[in-house]
């Protein structure tokens, strides 16, 4: 009876504490005015890239393939005789594709011939230049231009400037807000990028299969998205 009676006693003094702690208080969020801040500035291109190259049919694969080669390295030569680094060309495509004749009839075609392409991608540091490059390509047996694209090598430096005006629209928006709602705009809280911020992806134009084709880079346009949060205070 006397140990029952001690097991009861400490049960009771050990729970006692735990039931006597008071609940924690509810977490109350911050006030604060939410908002999206947007800026963009055009700038203009200063590098291009030309993907262009050499097709070309004959009876056998082996007979396409040997003239692909010689056709693409005159090419690459005359690339080279107009001072164009070897970094900035690159083979993009290599392929060698069986020719069928055309027929109505069910199954089997007959193969009669080979087409043999070479593509490459050449890289261009100064976009004056771009111009004639292609009449060097052209001249040099290129038959295949496939397009040109412009963009911004660096877009870092500029970004840097747009973000700063991203974070500035930002609060001038919360700034309306906090005018008309009476309170007093607070320090942010939250200042998030979107995740895809920056230049727009290479613009691409096709070009005619002539020599002194016009080539205008135009303008790209850098842009930064950011969602901020900014606390507030009572008056």
Avoid at 50 to 78: C, F, H, P, Q, Y
Avoid at 90 to 100: A, C, E, F, G, K
Avoid at 159 to 180: F, G, M, Q, S, T
């Amino acid at each position: 009876m006397r140990a029952l009676l001690t097991a009861f006693v400490l049960s009771t003094l050990t729970s006692a504490p735990l039931l006597a702690q008071p609940a924690p208080p509810p977490q109350t969020q911050q006030p604060a005015i939410t908002v999206i801040g947007e800026a963009h500035k055009s700038v203009a291109p200063d590098i291009a890239q030309i993907e262009a190259g050499v097709s070309n049919m004959a009876k056998t694969a082996r007979s396409a393939a040997e003239a692909n080669n010689l056709a693409m390295g005159k090419v690459l030569l005359e690339l080279k005789n107009a001072g164009l680094d070897g970094k900035d060309i690159q083979t993009s495509r290599l392929s060698i594709q069986p020719q069928y004749a055309p027929s109505n009839r069910p199954g089997p075609t007959d193969i009669i011939g080979y087409q043999a392409s070479n593509m490459i991608t050449v890289q261009v540091r100064d976009t004056a230049r771009v111009a004639s490059l292609i009449d060097t390509l052209v001249q040099a047996g290129a038959n295949e231009i496939r397009g040109i694209g412009f963009r911004v090598a660096d877009p870092s430096k500029v970004l840097d400037d747009v973000r700063a005006d991203a974070v500035a629209d930002a609060r001038r928006k919360a700034e309306i807000y906090a005018r008309a709602a009476g309170v007093t705009l607070g320090a942010p809280l939250v200042i998030s990028e979107d995740p895809q911020p920056g230049a727009m992806p290479m613009r691409k134009m096709a070009m005619a299969q002539s020599s002194s084709a016009p080539v205008s880079p135009g303008e790209e346009t850098l842009s930064v998205t950011v969602l901020v949060s900014w606390g507030i205070k009572a008056p």
